[in-house]
Nanobody
Framework: QVQVVESGGGLVQAGGSLRLSCTTS????????MAWFRQAPGKEREAISC????????YYTDPAKGRFIVSRDNIKDTMTLQMNSLKVEDTAMYYC?????????????????????WGQGTQVTVSS
């Protein structure tokens, strides 16, 4: 049984930083691309970042560009999202998702069937 667990969320002031982590079990971690998504109350889920199986190719959507950094450690079976210069609008539940493929496909930001496994999320709250 595949399990995906996020951690590292919390309350931080605007301008601060947080580091989210995602760990998995029940699969060979290094065989899959992975991604971060977020969802704020009353809003649709939003893609944040994707990283390929090697940790070499990374992708970001506009809200994350220049502020967030995704990485992974295939020895520790952990993916991280370093979030800097946080803004109030970054407040959301952040989700880790495991991709169906090794690479981040061009459609990765749509989520959906390309990501069959999801965690329960970790809450990030940014105060002004």
């Amino acid at each position: 049984q595949v399990q995906v667990v996020e951690s590292g969320g919390g309350l931080v002031q605007a301008g601060g930083s947080l580091r989210l982590s995602c760990t998995t079990s029940g699969l060979t971690f290094e065989d899959y691309g992975m991604a971060w998504f977020r969802q704020a109350p009353g809003k649709e889920r939003e893609a944040i970042s994707c990283i390929d199986w090697r940790g070499i190719d990374t992708y970001y959507t506009d809200p994350a560009k220049g502020r967030f950094i995704v990485s992974r450690d295939n020895i520790k079976d952990t993916m991280t999202l370093q979030m800097n210069s946080l803004k109030v609008e970054d407040t959301a539940m952040y989700y880790c998702a495991i991709g169906r493929y090794r690479s981040c496909l061009g459609t990765w930001s749509k989520g959906g069937p390309d990501f069959p496994y999801w965690g329960q999320g970790t809450q990030v709250t940014v105060s002004s």
